[in-house]
């Protein structure tokens, strides 16, 4: 399978506990998105990368988020001290380039307990 | 602040009925538009795309949408649907010069057979 793809698929943690996420894009894609998707909602946007820079961050994204991308390649994306709120499906995607559309994995579903 | 909005929430319909899913989005600028869909346990999947030219793009499975610039408007058409367009369907605006999308909040599609 050649699309993106994200680990875990599902994850259920107690609050206060600190979670991880992976995603790996297409290959050639230097572009990298996180969007968070919660129930009734369409995804919102939280945090983009061209390469391994990280050049926006929403203002959804707490102190207790945070993002990497270390060698332009998969990306990582961290919550510390979970809250319930925090209960979200996040969503990775990845473009060539602005002038292509994005593709979407499959998401995380982040259940905090 | 931009935003998209898609007034149907939920739509039945019986196979074979034809369909129109509205998005509307606030920018006054330069937009490329897009219609993804979710199927049933699956990740979001581009059906068609618009960056410019035809304001009428033609998708996958028959889906087509028509770009309207003097009314803001991206509506997801389709002549007559199938069992197996039972899904959620989301509009999304990409604004020019920037890497993110604004989603609307969906319209569940529930065909009838």
């Known amino acids: ?113 | 602040a931009q935003s998209v909005s898609q007034h149907n929430h939920h739509v039945i319909l019986s196979e074979a009925a034809s369909l129109e899913l509205g998005c509307n989005y606030s920018y006054g600028g330069t937009v490329n538009l897009f219609w993804y869909v979710q199927y049933p346990g699956q990740h979001l999947q581009l059906l068609l795309k618009y960056f410019s030219g035809d304001p009428l793009v033609k998708g996958i499975k028959g889906f087509e949408a028509e770009f309207i610039k003097s009314k803001f408007s991206f509506n997801l058409r389709k002549p007559s649907v199938q069992w197996s367009d039972t899904a959620e369907y989301f509009c999304a605006v990409g604004l020019s010069g920037t890497y993110k999308y604004i989603f609307g909040t969906g319209t569940r599609l529930k065909v009838l057979a």
Request: glycine share 8%.
């Open chain 1, 1 to 113: 399978d050649t699309g993106v793809s994200q680990n875990p698929r599902h994850k259920i943690t107690k609050r206060g506990q600190n979670v991880t996420f992976r995603c790996d894009p297409i290959s050639e894609h230097n572009r990298l998105y996180w969007y968070r998707q919660t129930l009734g909602q369409g995804p919102e946007f939280l945090t983009y990368f061209q390469n391994e820079a990280q050049l926006e961050k929403s203002r959804l994204l707490s102190d207790r988020f945070s993002a990497e991308r270390p060698k332009g390649s998969f990306s990582t994306l961290e919550i510390q001290r979970t809250e319930q709120g925090d209960s979200a499906m996040y969503l990775c995607a990845s473009s060539l380039d602005t002038a292509t559309e994005a593709f979407f994995g499959q998401g995380t579903r982040l259940t905090v307990v």
